[in-house]
């Protein structure tokens, strides 16, 4: 109790301040207590003799008597931790938005998924079928490059290069039906899907030397070897050729905006259907083909080098005009539709 009173006559006196009494009074295990609080306030208030009372400054924290005001605890409103929760939360949602952001980004950057494209996409397969006599290929594909060339007799051989049906190739199908094989790629290339002909791949396919042919592409080239048979090609985008095969039946190639290149030959009777919306057409035949030609360009030249075809130049017209037999008593017809393009004609030498 003395060291207490000892204590309490200091802190009344002005020797220690409140922070000082208190620490004290902890170590005492004694709490300041009001009355003690305002004794001290009244000592300190009561100037020495001789000395000037003091005057703190205006917004000073400090009491009139010098001694620091004790600190009153704030009540906080029901509505700050609230407000603050929602704070937070939102701030925490921009984090995520932002990381998720910057990880799709990378995923769609080239750069970082060259890697990852050329593992999904450099991914090859073969699929072989046994057929009989003359067999019928039907091929339907949106995005690849597609490449039928002459094989073995009684063998159809499907190979895809550069695609994968997982994670993100297009999906591919070859069935047999009796002897037609249908071979299906849609080529719903997902994020990856890029320049035509450029995501899907290469579909190649060897069948036997007699074939009759049907092919479609949306979006690719198609190339055509060796193959004696009725080929039917449609090609939106891309282009056509003809090497070295023999064309019979009822042919047709069709293209909207490529060109097509035959250097090859027809089997009598054959009629053979040519159509380019935007692009040119080139043929080289045997001299002696059997065939009548009738060529029209809407916009474009016509040229017939050795050939005995007549070509008619209109003044008033951007097109051109031609027809002729290319041997005596011709039993098969070519015909030629351009819209905007040029005819070449060639004999092969």
Known sequence: MEEYERLRQRFIAG???VDEYERRLRALRRPVTQD?????????????????????RRGSTASQTGVPRAAKRRRVRWYVPVVGGCLMTIAALCGLGAAVGGIVGAFNDHDVNDDYMAEAFTASSLT???????????????????????????????TTEGRDSEPWGAPFSAEQ????????????GGPFRSSPGGRGGDLVVTVPPASVLDIEVEAGNVDVSKVQGEIVTEVDQGNISIDAATLSGDSSLQVDNGSIV??????????????VNNGNAQFVLPRD???????????????????????????????AEASGDLTTDPTGNVEIDIDQGNITLSPRQ
């Open 262 to 275: 035959i250097d090859g030959a027809l089997a009598p009777e054959t009629e053979l259907d040519i159509s």
């Open 289 to 319: 083909t059997d065939a009548r030609v009738k060529a029209d360009v809407n916009s474009g030249n016509i040229t017939t080098g050795g050939f005995p075809i007549e070509v008619s130049d209109d003044p008033d017209d951007a097109g």
């Open 15 to 17: 020797e220690i301040n």
């Open 36 to 56: 003690d609080v305002e004794r001290s306030a009244a000592a300190r208030s009561r100037p020495a003799v001789g000395a000037f009372a003091v005057t703190p």
């Open 177 to 188: 039906d009796g002897n037609t094989i249908f071979i299906d790629s849609d080529g719903d």
């Open 128 to 158: 072989e079928f046994v057929v009989t006599d003359q067999p019928t290929i039907r091929i339907h594909s949106e995005d690849d490059n597609v490449t039928v060339a002459a094989g073995d007799p009684g063998l159809v051989r499907v």
